[in-house]
């Protein structure tokens, strides 16, 4: 996976993990949330940041202090 790629990748993982956020609040704000949906929802918002993470990691370049 070259830079070009790794960068949509991770452009799409954040646009992912700041939809989360938003069906997240919705489903607590409403009356009554599905406690199980929302379990699964910040489950899956947290693989997301690792992911984010990894291709931050990626492509930010060692600078050696």
């Given at each position: 996976?070259?830079?070009?790629?790794?960068?949509?990748?991770?452009?799409?993982?954040r646009?992912?993990?700041?939809?989360?956020?938003?069906?997240?609040?919705a489903?607590?704000?409403?009356?009554?949330?599905d406690?199980?949906q929302?379990?699964?929802?910040?489950?899956?918002?947290?693989?997301?940041?690792?992911?984010?993470?990894?291709?931050e990691?990626?492509?930010t370049?060692?600078?050696?202090a």
């Amino acid at each position: 996976m070259n830079e070009e790629d790794m960068a949509k990748r991770l452009a799409a993982l954040r646009s992912e993990h700041r939809d989360l956020d938003t069906a997240i609040a919705a489903l607590v704000e409403s009356g009554g949330p599905d406690q199980l949906q929302v379990a699964r929802l910040k489950k899956r918002k947290l693989l997301l940041k690792d992911q984010i993470a990894f291709f931050e990691d990626h492509l930010t370049p060692d600078i050696i202090a």
